[in-house]
């Protein structure tokens, strides 16, 4: 059974930036894609950003693409989420997701079979 755990959240101005990090453990880590998805209070959870296996392809919500920056360590079992120019807009509990097998639509909730617990991010202005 894999185990997902983010880090890396907390409070941050409007503006600034945030490095999140998503550790996988229980087996080694997933050769398909992993995804980042974030959910406010009082709405849906929503996809950020996923990776390929390879690390090769990334995908962004658009409103996020050119903030924010999504990267994987097959070696180190980890991947990780660069955010800068946050807004007040982006807070949220932030959750990393694995997928199970070959993915045909990264932004899909139903595309990923494990689920990280989430780190909250919170944007002051």
Same mark, same amino acid.
């Given at each position: 059974q894999v185990q997902l755990v983010e880090s890396g959240g907390g409070l941050v101005q409007a503006g600034g930036s945030l490095r999140l990090s998503c550790a996988a453990s *229980?087996?080694? $880590?997933?050769p398909y894609a992993?995804? !980042? $998805?974030?959910?406010?209070? *009082?709405?849906e959870r929503e996809f950020v950003a996923a990776v390929s296996w390879s690390g090769g392809r990334t995908v962004y919500e658009n409103s996020?693409? *050119?903030? $924010?920056?999504?990267?994987r360590d097959n070696a180190k079992n %980890?991947?990780?989420l660069q955010m800068k120019s946050l807004e007040p807009e982006d807070t949220a509990v932030y959750y990393c997701a694995e997928a199970h097998r070959i993915v045909s639509n990264y932004a899909a909730r139903g595309a990923?079979?494990? !689920?990280g617990q989430g780190t909250?991010?919170?944007? %002051? %202005?």
């Open positions: *229980g087996r080694t $880590f997933s992993m995804g !980042w $998805f974030r959910q406010a209070s *009082g709405k996020m693409k *050119g903030r $924010f920056t999504i990267s %980890s991947v990780y990923y079979d494990y !689920w909250r991010v919170t944007v %002051s %202005s």
